[in-house]
């Protein structure tokens, strides 16, 4: 098939789905074609079956908000003109699945069957926002196809817009790239051999609650040594590296930016701390599930279809830092326990979200969408 992937090319959850399930399908033997701002963060070289049009918006001074989705609504018109797509794949719905619709509209000549894939804050922030309410339900209306990452986004958005035909179509997960590479080397950078690493990887938004990372890790580290290592930037970075100074963590708390080969850090982690007032799937606890480390996490949204209470890490209700705190410190203190979940988290991630399983899942909604039998 042709398939046009419109998304976001930054760090984030819903770029990262969009650009390897662009990739993985091109390696399928489908010609996928990104539309986005710029090129997919996460996006590899050259490949015969991958495309990327760049839509470029352009600037006048009569324009104080340059007009984005306008500017993205042509270059998908002429995306889908120009190469003959079969399918558009909207990830995210403000404001690609708008700018979707508007383009097929605009292409008086077919109809091409829409596919809006929700991630989360579109629906459960964007979504609840007055303003966005109703655009967002009649494009979802509009679009052939809704899918969800989690159950929980499922239900969520059916009971907020009232609409049936929303999937379930989880995250993935290679588990071929994301495996456990040990590095003694890499590790010693940071913490001696005794001492323990406690990882966390955002976009570093509200929503994350990066200083409850922060508070969470000060518990831990006052009853087991360990170090905190945080890959991602975002708005409340600031406020994070300052309340680490403020408890004297300055020495023991590491920011390391945007990072591209997260699951060599990812393999030099005990334990992964998620604690997110909402979490539509929590992508990163599945990557750090995939590479043995049991997750820390809050139980909102999606995350307890991803991480099992018990099994695969421990869950909380949002804000609890003292039993995070405590769950934490009894799981680094008991090495038995902390190996039989990190085998779990790794069987776990490995057998229900493996890339293999969920993209052909993908193909197969495309195919019913566009009515093609096997
Ligand atoms: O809100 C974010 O953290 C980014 C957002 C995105 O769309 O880029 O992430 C959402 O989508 C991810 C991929 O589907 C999910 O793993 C995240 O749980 C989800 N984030 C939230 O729901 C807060």
């Not at 196809?145 to 179509?169: K, N």
């Not at 580290?221 to 970075?237: Q, T, W």
């Amino acid at each position: 098939m042709k398939i046009g992937m419109v998304c976001y090319p930054s760090y984030g959850g819903s770029g990262v789905v969009a650009t390897e399930l662009g990739e993985y399908l091109a390696d399928r033997g489908h010609e996928v074609h990104f539309i986005s701002y710029e090129r997919p963060f996460r996006m590899r070289g050259f490949h015969g079956n991958l495309y990327l049009h760049e839509v470029e918006v352009f600037d006048y001074p009569l324009f104080k908000f340059p007009p984005y989705s306008i500017a993205l609504t042509s270059t998908i018109a002429d995306v889908v003109r120009n190469h003959d797509l079969d399918i558009l794949h909207a990830h995210y719905a403000i404001p690609h699945a708008v700018s979707a619709y508007l383009a097929r509209q605009m292409l008086r000549d077919g109809r091409i069957p829409i596919v809006t894939t929700l991630h989360g804050t579109d629906i459960t922030v964007l979504g609840n926002d007055r303003q966005f309410f109703d655009i967002t339900k009649f494009c979802l209306e509009e679009s052939d196809g809704v899918t969800a990452v989690s159950e929980s986004l499922r239900q969520e958005t059916q009971e907020l817009f009232g609409i049936g035909h929303v999937q379930t179509v989880y995250n993935f997960i290679d588990p071929e790239v994301y495996k456990r590479v040990p590095n003694p080397c890499f590790r010693g950078f940071f913490a001696r051999p005794e001492e323990k690493i406690i990882l966390h990887i955002s976009n570093f938004r509200p929503v994350k609650r990066v200083l409850d990372v922060v508070s969470i890790f000060a518990g831990i580290n006052k009853e087991v040594p360990s170090h905190l290592l945080l890959i991602g930037d975002g708005p409340d970075r600031l406020a994070a590296q300052h309340l680490a100074q403020d408890l004297g963590l300055a020495q023991r708390v590491h920011f390391l930016g945007k990072q591209e080969c997260v699951f060599q850090v990812l393999s030099l982690a005990d334990l992964f701390l998620l604690p997110s007032e909402k979490e539509s799937f929590g992508l990163s606890a599945l990557e750090a599930m995939a590479c043995e480390v049991p997750v820390i996490a809050t139980a909102t949204g999606g995350v307890p279809e991803v991480v099992l209470d018990g099994v695969t890490g421990y869950l909380a209700p949002v804000g609890d830092v003292q039993a995070m705190i405590k769950m934490s410190v009894s799981l680094l203190r008991d090495r038995q326990l902390h190996g039989r979940m990190a085998i779990a988290a790794r069987e776990r991630a490995a057998a229900e979200f493996h890339v293999d399983k969920i993209v052909a899942q993908y193909e197969e909604y495309y195919r019913r969408i566009c009515g093609i039998s096997e």
